[in-house]
């Protein structure tokens, strides 16, 4: 398999790395400065324990749409479904399941250009270059694979690192939901982020 180094991959030159990684089979290793590796793959139905691991964390289940005391006979489930559109990306370290990225394509007749997704690192790695990882991997997909024009989002406005992390990826604020979910007892804002394709870009 081939590996990337950080100094391999600088953010300009990614999307097209990634994409001589993904012809060579959809799958990708990444290294950041701490230089831990990161394989992308596809999940697979086995993966439900560590969804389940990552998602009955509280530092993720506060910051996603999802809700404490998750069920692991519906993650045993969701993972052995794939709904038409959904691709979904695992990162692996050490061959252990890390995070994980769900991008679906719209299916409404209008809306195929488009895609939304949601990601999750285990709270034992952030900071290390996974949800990068999983981005680039992502946006390769998008960009190269499906011929994808825009890709969506909403963000809690105050989850400052995954703000950070879209950012970086070329996303922007686009507007925002007031009490769009409820969160410890209260409402909280939501930001709607998006990214048009930098090729086809007015
Ligand atoms: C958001 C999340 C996916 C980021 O994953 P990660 O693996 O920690 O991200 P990375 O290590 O690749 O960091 C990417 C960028 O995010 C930013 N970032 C990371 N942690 C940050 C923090 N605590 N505060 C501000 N910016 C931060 C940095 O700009 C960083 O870029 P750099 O590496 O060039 O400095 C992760 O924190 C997470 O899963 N959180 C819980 C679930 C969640 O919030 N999901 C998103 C819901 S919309």
Known sequence: MQRLAARDLPLQNAFLKAAKLA????????????MST?????SEPEDYLAYHRILAHPLVYRDTLQIPFPSLDLW????????VGMHRLVACVDEGV???????????????HAAEFAIAVDPAHFGQGVGSALMTA????CDNWLNLHRIELTV???????IALYRKFGFE??????DFAFREGRYVDVHHMGRIRPDVQK
């Open 138 to 141: 992502m946006i390769d997909v």
């Open 173 to 178: 604020i686009e507007g925002t939901s007031r």
């Open 38 to 42: 990161v394989e992308i793959r596809h």
């Open 156 to 162: 809690f406005v105050d989850n400052a690192a995954a």
């Open 76 to 83: 045993s489930k969701k993972t052995k479904e794939l709904p």
């Open 98 to 112: 890390v995070g994980f990225l769900h991008v679906e394509v719209k299916q409404a007749a209008r809306r195929h």
């Open 23 to 34: 012809l060579a089979g959809w799958s990708f290793v990444y290294k950041d400065m701490d």
